[in-house]
């Protein structure tokens, strides 16, 4: 424990200033020693970045910021979602306005928009500076027919806009996957949400493999793969580290971080909201461990007064901007105001 000294006992105890320099002095040097080895190209390990654990949170988010810098510059991912298809999912995510299981105010439900809602919500993007854009849809996988034509509403945005098509449509095979890269996809979504370890405490109708295979699967037909989870769930700082390093091994470089915000009716309503430090930490360690990648606040961003502008001083270098799927979010505009401030560049990865 650090012994913070006044000017008072400065004088009457200066042994004490000498333990706290040198405890000081030592956590920095480690700090320093691990973000040097990154920056020279070397993959940080798990045991390398569970000691960073406790390090001071200023010393730490610096070194992060460093890291990216160094590997992406000014470089600043923004996307903006749409939800493609709302509720009744027969999943038991524990986190999710919208499962059958539980009662919540998550809106009407309501099946598969139409090409004409999904264009038009994409052309309204792109006007504002938007460069990637993200269908997503509630249930465990899409039908065969839903494929069909969501593969028509893509093809028309993107023969009509220039914006980045991204889709987050559950738990697809490699041949669907193949047909949405076809019709003009560039990526898929789909989170892990925690560890292997923990995601058995969150749900219970689908499993981590397959969620892992959905990824491959993706991978194999030709898409690149965006992946991360939700933090403020209950799980240890160690279930955030090994789930990015799941997700680093898969070859992800696109990595949402979700902040909880407990939805009353859900069983984690009354989990507590995290501090924007304990974020700050989080987004940090993961820069450590994925340096060259894009760590994108997403859900729960809102949550906090300055809406993300520290943790984007901490390592985070890509955002969800505009409203999420069943929460509201922050708007384009409010963003790359903010993004100005801090001198990013809103540019695809």
């Known amino acids: 424990m650090l012994i913070f000294i006044t000017e008072i006992n ?12 040198m405890i000081g002095d030592k956590c920095m040097a480690y700090v320093t020693e691990l973000k040097d080895s990154v920056l020279a190209g070397r993959k940080a390990s798990k045991e390398e970045v569970m000691r960073l654990i406790p390090e001071p949170l200023d010393e730490l988010t610096e070194a992060a910021n460093e890291i990216r810098e160094h590997f992406c510059g000014s470089r600043f991912d923004l996307c903006t979602i749409i939800n493609g298809k709302n509720g009744m999912c027969s999943e038991d995510c524990k986190y999710c306005a ?17 090409t004409a809602q999904i264009y038009e919500q994409a052309k309204y993007n792109e006007e504002r500076g938007v460069l990637r854009y993200s269908i997503v849809t509630s249930g465990k996988r899409l039908s065969s027919a839903e494929v069909d034509r969501v593969c028509e509403s893509i093809r028309y945005i993107r023969s009509h806009c220039r914006i980045e098509v991204c889709v987050s449509f559950g738990l697809l ?7 949405i890269r076809d019709a003009g996809a560039s990526r898929v979504h789909c989170n892990l949400e925690s560890s292997a370890g923990y ?47 799941t997700v680093r091994k898969l070859g992800v470089t696109s990595v949402p971080v979700n902040v909880l915000n407990p939805i009353p009716g859900t ?32 859900g729960g961003r809102g949550l906090f007064e300055d809406k993300g502008l520290s943790i984007f001083r901490s390592g985070a270098n890509a955002a969800i901007s505009g409203d999420m799927l069943t929460t509201q979010g922050i708007t384009v505009e409010t963003d790359r105001k903010l993004l100005g401030s801090l001198g990013y560049e809103v540019r695809l990865s």
């Open 199 to 245: 995601f058995k405490e969150i749900c219970s109708t689908h499993t981590y493999e397959e969620k892992i295979e959905t990824l491959k699967a993706a991978k194999r037909a030709g898409l690149s793969i965006c992946s991360g989870g939700i933090i403020g769930l209950g799980e240890t700082m160690e279930d955030r580290i090994d789930m990015v390093l």
């Open 173 to 179: 095979d490699e041949e669907q996957f193949q047909k």
């Open 267 to 298: 069983p984690l309503e009354h989990n507590p909201v995290l501090s924007e430090d304990e974020v700050r930490r989080t987004v940090a360690l993961f820069r450590f461990l994925i340096p060259e990648g894009d760590i994108r606040l997403a």
């Open 98 to 114: 919208q499962s059958v299981h539980y009662q919540t105010n998550a809106g009407d439900a309501y099946p598969l928009l139409s």
């Open 10 to 21: 400065r004088k009457q105890f200066p042994e004490k200033l000498f333990l706290n320099e």
